[in-house]
Each structure stands twice: as C-alpha cells, then as structure tokens.
C-alpha cells in the first residue's frame, strides 16, 4: 500500500472496519475516535505481559499470570448458580480452574484431562487454594505463540471492551505498511531512527512504550513538525501582508514620561523600540509581549498607541471585562491628559444613543483611542483608520483565531497582544511560534518585592490579628478560597463559609465575589473594593486578571496546597500595587504533599514569574501552567514540552531551513493530515489567495 492509499485510509471513518456497528461507533465518538487515525493516538495506558510462565509454587496473588498446567479433574456442581471448576497442576503444586457462566461441553473441550495447556488470567487466593477464575486465555501447548504475548492496555469509554478495542487496532496495524520517509537521514539520526509504520506497531505493542522510548519520540516529533509547520504557515501568511508604513516621531511619548516623571526600566525601553519598528515596517505586526505582573506592560503598549495616532491611525484598546477596560479608559485619561488625543470607552451598559454616537464618531475619526471589551470587534463597528490593535490578558486564542484577529482592521491594521502569565520558552514554541515575542522581565524600581509567608491553618488568630492591623492603617485585603461550598470530596475552605465568619469579626467591611455571581453583580463588587467601601474581599480565583487595587497591601490563600505556582504568583500579584509594603499569607493544611511543599518553597524563594513558571511547568506539566484549560493549548496528542524539549528545537532548526529553502510543504502532507492540521494550513494558504 503506497502512502497516499494509507493516508486515504486512515483518513477513513471508523465504520469501514470489521467489528463497528451503531453502538460501537458511538462509544467510540465520545472518546473522540471517528476516523481511523484517531485509533492509533489512543495509546496504550499500560501492558499486561503474558511472556513469563510460572511454575505454580511462584504465584503472586492479583497479579495477571501465565501458567502451563495438567487438568486432572473435574468438579461440575449440579446445584444451580455454583461455578464450574477444573483441578489442574504442574510439578510444583496444584490450582483450580474457575468458570461462571460457562458450559460443562465448553471446559471439557478447552481442558481435555492429562493434555497439557496454557492458561493466562489473574491468581486469586479462596479457600487456601491458588485460583483463576474465567482465564483470559486457554490454549494448547503446541499453540503457545498465541498466548504468551504482551498485551495492550487501553483507557476506554465504559461499554467499549478492551478485546474490541484491540481487535480494531489490529486491523489498523495490519493496513499499515511501510511509507515513504519524509524526513531526512540527518533529522532521523537525531530523533531515532525508526521507520514511521515501526514506530505505529509498537507504540500498541512494545511493553517498553514510554515517553522517551525511540519509537515514541519519533512520533513526538513528527507532531512537534506538524504543529510548526502551521505556525510557520501562519507567520509566513502575515509577514506577506504589506501595509502603509506609520511615520511619527516621539514627541507624544517623550511628552508622556516628561509629564509623569517616571523612568522606563531597560526591558521597557528595548520591548518599545521593537514595537516602534514593527509599527514604522511595511510589514504587519504580529506580536505578543509578555511581562510579569507589575512589570509595566500596560504604559508600553500606551506610549505605542500614541506613536500610532500620531500617525494619523486610530487605536483599539480590548480587556476580557469591564472593569479592567474602564481600568485603562481611567489611566488613559491620565496617560493622554496633556495632548490633544481624543479617548472614549465602549461600555455593553451603555444605552443605544450613546453606542451608536461612539460608532458615528469611530467612523469619522472622532476617536483617536477607543476602548472596551470584545463588544469593539462586533460586526456593526467600524472604523475611519484602524492602525493598531491591542489585546490585553488574551492567552486563550487558538492558531484559527489569530489568523481571523490578524484581519481584523484591514491589511494596515497591526496587532499586539499582551499577557501578565509568564510562559516558558518551550511553550512559547510550540503555541506562539507564529507570532513575534517581547519579554518584559525587569520591573520598574518603585515595585516592591512582596513577602511572602506560609502558614498553618493552626495560626489563624495570628494573621487575624495581622488583617486588623492592615484595616486599621487603611489598607485592602484579599482573602481567596478554592470553592464557593464545602465538597464532599474535597475538604477546601469554602468563599461563602468564610465571608460570614469573617463579617461576625468585620462586620459590614467584608465582600464576597465568586463565580457564581453574574456580571454586573461582580462589577458591583469589585467597584465597591476599588471605592474603599469594603475592606476584605473574599474570593474564588476570579481576582486573578489584571486590576489595579492600589490600596490593597495584603492577600490571604486557604488551602495554597491546592493551587499550582504560576496561579499562586498571578494571585499573589493583585497586591503590591501601592506605596506601602505588601504581604502574600499563604494557608495550608497537615500533611503536605511533596510537591505542595515544593511549590510553597519556590513562591517564598522568588518573584521572577519566569522563574516560576518554569519550575510549575516541571511540577505539573505543561496543560496547566498557564491556569486554565485553554483553547488551542493542550492539543498534543504524544508530544510533551517538558520531557521533548529538545526535540522542539530540533524541530524549530528543521522549520528555519524549510523557510530559508522556501520549500513547499506538500512534502509533510502525511503528518498534517495525521494530526489534524492540513485543513488549518489549506485555510492560511487561501486566504493568502484570496488577499493576493
């Protein structure tokens, strides 16, 4: 079968193979299984190996065995609903034989007296006697090769046998042969020198499978290629995107940092030089810049704005709520208050007449900086001169909704996106390889280090005393718990229990904000903390994005352990932000895991969120670093950025001289199609027609 007959037919829906009825097809679809390749990515969770056999005084009880025994007797019950049982030995001792539910003319034909066989199936201990009960296997000796293999394990939806299952994948493998080679001899040698329909059989079959094993980091690679390649697409696509080139010169910026007296850090001023020459470039600008908390991302994307609109283009400024959009509407007013920009904020509450007098004046250039939530990118704005977008707190977008943002304001319209979670460089490869990446790292020099203090549940009348002393000096408190009830599962401090034992202490000081709030109920919330009306908020994690609380000195963590770093260091930066000194009180229960304790040594050791993020990735892995299950972010079916890490750079070397070469990428076809990216690529490359 040559490879594009194999592609066809792993291409294929699963109900083309032998053995996938209705039932069987829909058992399948809810583990996502709907066409042939998905079988081969649901890989084994573990091996049974039936390759050893023991001799019958060396059985390990519950442990999964093949055995080569003599049936000497047989025990058929005629009293109903007793099983049947065959007494079998070898020269070591002796075992019974256990069947339910199966007939007497079955078991005198599987184990026929004084004919030795193979049995395989789980040792149990009854009666003081060695048993199996329903052997898995049961074969004459003269048939061995039969039995004595090792067999594949697999994670299945409930209803799905695993025997179906592995009937399937047998099928597969058996329509597998051996492919052309895509790769060259230099690239094989360093990610394993295996053939790809190698690598497929004994990704099912070797009980050496790991993650590290040859064959599957061969496989990880061609998806860390596959998921490059789409991004290099991508990149491609948008540096081919030619625009009017912005002139300006710096007086609004200069006149910004003369006014506020304030000196930029050297990771600002590097971060706005390339932003600045991205801007003044015929080339689109595509760029996330990324900076720790307090590290003062936000000015730099503003003093940008301002080069921008001296330009003669428009600015749209998007936050993922409300409140952080009339955060920066708020700074803007004071950024912008000695020029003549015009600035407006786009509010969902506001009524029809006062939305469509901001859509007339965004039309007729009215508005040099607009901003607000999602609601600007509604079909029904438009702008006179779009020049520059920026995203704020946007880490959830996938490769489709950068390529449909990247449009957004026409072919002069550039884009930057910013984020507070710090990424590590492995995950900024593989997700953000599309887009150019600015790091702010140092922090300006008014921007206090925050202490950083674990406690036990034991000392709560301690840090009680600690938050009265804050209230009394003015200051704002954070108080975060887990979940808004008690679980019976879990035993976390519940948001709800803990604002009513802290307003018996505080009475009227004390707000509550949780996710299961709606809205505007939050808004409320949140504005009455930032209007000093209440002292102590206290939360689930939906105070981890973004908002400035000035006056808020202190936060207080219920059950740290149950947090991972990088969520921890973004909850610990919503204080800091003031003058006075701040605190991080982080709470934890008896018997702390190794890994809690890990986690709680790190975030006391350090504040670089870079850092931490790093170490949180090694502790948890890669999914959850960033705090969320993300759109787009965790789409790797083998491949793994912390223990592949170097196979991500041979893969970004190998994607530097695909584009210095310019080669086509029809070369990878098998792989893009494999893993589910041809169709993404196919739509990069016809909107790049269609814009040609």
Known sequence: MNQSKIQYFLNENVSILKGVGLTTKKLLKKKKIEKIRDLIWNIPDGFTDRTNVQELNKLEIGKITTIKVIPIKYNFPRIRNLPNKVICEDNKGKIDIVFFNSREGYIRKVLSLNKEVIISGKINYFNKKYQITNPA?????????????????????????????????????????????????????????????????????????????????????????????????????????????????????????????????????????????????????????????????????????????RSKFQVALMAPTEILAKQHYDLALKIFKYSNIKIDFLSGKFDLRKKNEIKENLINGKIDLI???????????????????????????????????????GKNCDILLMSATPIPRTLVLAFYGDMDVSRIIEKPSNRKDILTLSKPEEKRDEILEFVKKQIHNKNQIFWVCPLIEESKTFDYSAAKDK?????????????????????????????????????????????????????????????????????????????????????????????????????????????????????DMKLRGFGDVLGYQ???????????????????????????????????????????????????????????????
């Not at 704020?392 to 449009?407: A, M, P, Y």
């Not at 808020?552 to 921890?568: H, M, P, R, Y």
């Open 137 to 309: 296997y049961i074969v004459p000796v003269n048939r061995e090769k039969y039995v004595n293999k090792i067999i594949p394990k697999y994670s299945l939806t409930e209803g799905l046998s695993e025997n179906v299952y592995r009937k399937l994948i047998n099928q597969v493998l058996e329509g597998i042969s051996e492919v052309k080679e895509w790769h060259s001899k230099e690239i094989l040698k360093k990610i394993g020198n295996i053939s790809w329909s190698k690598c497929v059989y004994k990704i099912h079959n070797d009980k050496k499978n790991d993650i590290n094993s040859d064959f599957y980091r061969r496989l990880a690679y061609d998806e860390i290629l596959a998921n490059l390649l789409v991004l290099s697409a991508s990149r491609k696509r948008i540096k081919k995107i030619k625009k009017i080139k912005k002139v300006f010169d710096q007086f609004i910026s200069k006149k910004i940092i003369n006014n506020f007296k304030f000196t930029l850090t050297k990771d600002q001023i590097h971060v706005l030089n390339e932003i600045n020459k991205d801007i003044k470039s015929e080339n689109k600008m595509f760029r996330l810049l990324q900076g720790d908390v307090g590290s003062g991302k936000t000015i730099v994307s503003f003093l940008a704005a301002g080069n921008v609109i």
């Open 499 to 615: 604002f009513i034992y802290l307003s018996k202490i505080f009475k009227n000081k004390v707000g509550l904000i949780h996710g299961g709030l709606n809205k505007d109920e939050k808004d409320q919330v949140l504005n009455d903390f930032l209007n000093n009306s209440i002292s102590i908020l206290v939360s689930t994690t939906v105070i981890e994005v973004g908002i400035d609380f000035p006056n808020a000195n202190t936060i207080v963590i219920e059950n740290s352990n149950k947090f991972g770093l990088s969520q921890l260091h973004q909850l610990r930066g919503r204080v800091g932000r003031g003058n006075t000194k701040s605190t991080c009180i982080l709470l934890y229960k008896k018997n702390l895991s190794i890994n809690a304790r890990k986690r709680i040594k790190v975030l006391k050791k350090s504040n670089d969120g870079f850092f931490i993020a790093e170490e």
């Open 630 to 692: 993300q759109s787009g972010l965790k789409n790797f079916k083998l491949a793994d950025p912390i223990h592949h890490s170097d196979l991500f750079d041979i893969a970004e070397e190998n994607i530097r001289k695909i584009e210095l070469d310019n080669m086509h990428f029809t070369k990878y076809n098998f792989i893009l199609k494999l893993f589910d990216k041809a169709d993404i690529i196919n739509q990069i490359n016809l909107n790049m027609i269609n814009r040609d």
């Open 371 to 409: 901003i607000g939530t999602h609601a600007l990118f509604q079909k029904s704005i438009f702008f006179k001169n779009l020049g520059l977008v920026i995203i704020d707190e946007q880490h959830k977008f996938g490769v489709r909704q950068r390529i449909e943002l990247s449009d957004k304001g």
